[in-house]
């Protein structure tokens, strides 16, 4: 309706959108087309290499969240073309950062002691997510060392079955659920170890923001490893029987207070002002006549 732009920042995790870019390069035939990949979703398909195709003939500017997101909604190779970038997924080190005053009271609120060790995930109950295999690993860990408690942060579609397995396993008085909360640094802080063993990613905000926070990490080897900057992060293929997850976790995990990482996900590019200041001259490089 309106058209006239100089940029269209589209994002994407879905092949459909392959068509979506076509439209915009018909409907706004001046703007420079970004397109921002923000999945890794396998396996590969036929038709998602026709997406290739269409996203390749339409874009004129390539983006991912991590190489692997890049690579898998574009294509292979698409990284050593000059008009693709990594976008990384930033977070403001201000809120995520080391908080022993915040560990400290969510860990009251929750009645977790301070000798005891808490295993946290925060985001969606989903199939991407894997809550279920979560619970699996930690009752592996449970059973392996006593003085183990796990807080979920988060909600979604996979909530019932997500109780049920908590019951199932005999779980009820060591998992506690927060359900969803706006002051998530807090939550991070309160954990000594965030799990993360998803089916698929793109590049988790949360595993930013976990190593933000100084919390080591167990994530599953399908979390593409762009992200694990801070030599918090340990990768597992979920292959792995969940009692080698449960010793791998028992050993990543620390006890407070966490220390801060900062200096190296800043080198990275994991910094939010700084991740902005890339995303502008981006701009300022694409749009005509600027």
């Known amino acids: 309706e309106h058209g006239g732009y100089d940029i269209i920042h589209f994002h994407t995790t879905s092949k459909v959108n392959a068509l979506a870019c076509g439209v915009l390069r018909r409907g706004c035939p001046g703007a420079r087309l970004i397109v921002h ?4 979703y396998p396996p590969m398909t036929l038709s998602w290499r026709l997406a290739h195709r269409f996203y390749r003939r339409n874009a004129d500017y390539f983006l991912g969240c991590s190489v692997a997101a890049g690579r898998f909604v574009f294509g292979s190779g698409i990284d050593r073309r000059p008009n693709f970038a990594v ?5 403001d080190k201000t809120r995520f950062r080391p908080d022993a005053a915040a560990r400290a009271a969510v860990r009251a609120r ?7 060790r808490l295993a946290g995930f925060v985001g969606r109950y989903n199939h991407q997510k894997n809550l279920l295999y979560l619970l699996d690993i930690f009752a592996a860990l449970a059973a392996r060392e006593p003085g183990w408690k796990l807080l979920l942060v988060g909600g979604g579609e996979d909530q019932p079955q997500v109780d049920e397995k908590i019951a199932a396993l005999g779980l009820g008085g060591l998992v506690l659920q927060a359900g969803v909360q706006s002051d998530v640094p807090a939550y991070m802080n309160a954990f000594d170890l965030f799990l993360l063993p998803s089916e698929f990613e793109g590049s988790p905000v949360t595993l930013v923001e976990a190593q ?7 994530a599953s080897a399908n979390v593409p ?13 979920l292959s792995t029987p969940f009692a080698d997850w449960a010793a791998a976790a028992a050993r990543a995990a620390g006890r407070g207070p966490h220390a801060d990482h900062w200096p190296a996900l800043e ?12 995303m502008e001259r981006l701009y300022d490089s694409l749009a005509p006549g600027k």
């Open 267 to 278: 080198a990275a590019g994991y910094e939010l002002k700084t991740a902005a200041r890339r």
């Open 37 to 40: 990949s923000h999945i890794v």
């Open 87 to 91: 976008a990384c997924n930033a977070v």
């Open 212 to 218: 933000g926070c100084g919390v080591p990490c167990l």
């Open 110 to 116: 929750y009645g977790v002691a301070d000798a005891e």
């Open 225 to 237: 490893q762009d992200g694990a900057v801070t030599g918090l992060v340990q990768f597992l293929p």
